[in-house]
Every structure is written in structure tokens, then in C-alpha cells.
Nanobody, 126 residues
């Protein structure tokens, strides 16, 4: 059974930084393509950043230049380094994985992702 476990959320002041981690287990042998999403209260879940099979990152316009997505295949971990945080970044952050050998690596379409973590809360105060 696939499990995704996020960590690293917390409360910070505007301008601060956080690093989110997501560890995936249950997949063999290759780590699937993954992405980060977030959902603020009363809003739809949105894509924050995704990573292709060749580690090419894609970012939403709202986080471009401030967030960095990366992964460590050996640790089966996905990361999101978040700098220059703003109050509007406040949300529950989720990692998600595509099916193995997916042709849609890097996609922003959340309906393509079939495994999700439980989320980690990020709160940014002004």
C-alpha cells in the first residue's frame, strides 16, 4: 500500500522560510513523479510545483522565484523549500504521486495524481 507522509509545516512570520518534506513508501522499484499542492480554507486545491522524471521543475506563478521543489530518490523523499513566505501562502500543503511510469510527469492536473498525503499546515502571519 502506498503511503505519503508530509512534514515540516508550521507557523512563521512573513518573509520567513520553511522546508516541507514528503516521504513515499510502498512503491517499487522506481520513485513515481510527484508534486506539491495546497488548499486554503474556502478555496480549491491548487498546484504549487511539480517535477518531471528528469527533475525539471514547474511552478505556479504565485510561487515562482520563492519556492523550490526537489527530490532525493535514494530517500524516496520530495521537498519544497519555501522562502519569502507571504500570508497568502497560508494553506494545507499536500504532496501527491502519479501512477508508476506515468506519461504525465510534471502535470499540474490534480486529477492525474492518485496517491495523496494527509497534508501539513503552513501558516504565515503578517
Amino acid at each position: 500500500q502506498v503511503q505519503l507522509v508530509e512534514s515540516g509545516g508550521g507557523s512563521v512570520q512573513a518573509g520567513g522560510s520553511l522546508r516541507l518534506s514528503c516521504v513515499i513508501s510502498g512503491y517499487t522499484p522506481n520513485m513515481p513523479c510527484m508534486a506539491w499542492f495546497r488548499q486554503a480554507p474556502g478555496k480549491e486545491r491548487e498546484t504549487v510545483a511539480s517535477l518531471t522524471r528528469r527533475d525539471t521543475p514547474y511552478y505556479s506563478e504565485s510561487v515562482e522565484g520563492r519556492f523550490t521543489i526537489s527530490r532525493d530518490v535514494a530517500k524516496r523523499a520530495l521537498y519544497l523549500q519555501m522562502n519569502s513566505l507571504k500570508p497568502e501562502d497560508t494553506a494545507m500543503y499536500y504532496c501527491a504521486a502519479l501512477p508508476p511510469n506515468s506519461d504525465y510527469c510534471g502535470t499540474f492536473r490534480k486529477d492525474r495524481y492518485n496517491d495523496w498525503g494527509q497534508g501539513t499546515q503552513v501558516t504565515v502571519s503578517s
